[in-house]
C-alpha cells in the first residue's frame, strides 16, 4: 500500500483483527500512506468499499476471500503462491511475484482497469458456449451410471469461458 500511496493517491484498509493486529497498527503508524484498520469486517461491507483486494500471502490454499472479490466485480491482486496460482490461470486474480515492486505494479494496473460487472461473467451470451460442449456429456451421465451400477458425481474445472466436466467414479 505504501509503494503505491507514493505513486498516486490511494487509501488502504486492513481488515481483521487477528494476532499481528498490533504489529500492523505500528507499521501503519509509521508509514506515511493512509490506510484504515476498522478491525473485523463483514466480507460484503468491506468489498462495497474498495476497488481492488490486495493479497501478500506467502502461502494460500483456495482462498475464499479472493474468490468473494472477484465474484463482486472487484480487482484481485496477490502473489503467485499456493491455489493463488490457479486462480490467477483461471482470470480470478492478476497473480505476480511476491515481490513489493511487483505487487505494486499489478495494483496500479488494476487500479486503472475498467472493472468488468459480475452480472457479465453469468450473463447467458458468455457461458451459452461451455454449456453447449459441457450438456450433452452430462446429459449421458445418468445413463452411463444406470448401466454401469457405479455412483457418480459430477466434478466441475475451469472458468465459466472454459468450463470442463469429469465424472468421480465410486
Known amino acids: 500500500i505504501e509503494t503505491v500511496a507514493k505513486r498516486r493517491p490511494i487509501q488502504g484498509v486492513l481488515c481483521g483483527d487477528g494476532p499481528l493486529a498490533a504489529q500492523m497498527s505500528e507499521a501503519v503508524g509509521r508509514s506515511s500512506a493512509r490506510v484504515h484498520m ?77 472493472r468488468v460487472a459480475p452480472e457479465r461473467r453469468f450473463d447467458p451470451a458468455a457461458v451459452l458456449p461451455a454449456w453447449r460442449r459441457t450438456y450433452p456429456r452430462l446429459a449421458l451421465m445418468p445413463l452411463l ?18 468450463l470442463s466436466v469429469g465424472a468421480h467414479l465410486e
Open 38 to 114: 476498522p478491525g473485523h469486517v463483514e466480507p460484503a461491507e468491506a468489498l462495497g468499499g474498495m476497488d481492488c483486494l490486495l493479497m501478500t500471502s506467502r502461502n494460500e490454499g483456495l482462498p475464499l476471500a479472493a474468490i468473494e472479490a472477484a465474484g463482486a466485480g472487484r480487482s484481485v491482486v496477490a502473489p503467485a503462491v499456493g491455489g493463488l496460482v490457479d486462480l490467477g490461470s483461471a482470470g480470478v486474480v492478476q497473480a505476480v511475484p511476491r515481490r513489493v515492486e511487483a505487487l505494486a505494479d499489478a495494483v496500479e494496473q488494476a487500479l486503472d482497469a475498467p
Open 145 to 162: 451410471v444406470g448401466l454401469t451400477g457405479l455412483a457418480a458425481a459430477p466434478t466441475f474445472r475451469g472458468a465459466a469461458s472454459d
